[in-house]
Nanobody, 123 residues
Framework: QVQLVESGGGLVQAGGSLRLSCVAS????????MGWYRQHPGKQRELVAS???????DYVESVKDRFTITRINPKNTVYMQMNSLKPEDSAVYYC?????????????????WGQGTQVTVSS
């Protein structure tokens, strides 16, 4: 069983900063791509940032130069530092990871999600 546990959401004023954290635990062989998605009320979930196990990151245009995604591979942890927050960044943020589990002759790669953490930016 694999779990992704997020932390770090909250309420902040416009221009402020927050850091989201997500730890993957369980019967993990490897954690491949990790990422953060967000969902605004009534809208589809969108990819905000992702990072490969080799450290290659990518961002949606609206957060470039404001958000930074990093990871610590031995700890199966991903972070997202969010600076210069805007009211339109308010959403539920979800951690996402592509994880390989199992034993040598029976391995499975699946996508896992965290429970979500609320980020609210007041104007």
């Amino acid at each position: 069983q694999v779990q992704l546990v997020e932390s770090g959401g909250g309420l902040v004023q416009a221009g402020g900063s927050l850091r989201l954290s997500c730890v993957a635990s369980g019967n993990i062989v490897s954690v491949n791509v990790m990422g953060w998605y967000r969902q605004h009320p009534g809208k589809q979930r969108e990819l905000v940032a992702s990072i490969t196990s080799g450290g290659i990151s990518d961002y949606v245009e609206s957060v470039k130069d404001r958000f930074t995604i990093t990871r610590i591979n031995p700890k199966n942890t991903v972070y997202m530092q969010m600076n210069s927050l805007k009211p339109e960044d308010s959403a539920v943020y979800y951690c996402n990871a592509d994880i390989t589990t199992g034993i040598s002759w029976l391995r499975t790669t699946s996508v896992y999600w965290g429970q979500g953490t609320q980020v609210t930016v007041s104007s």
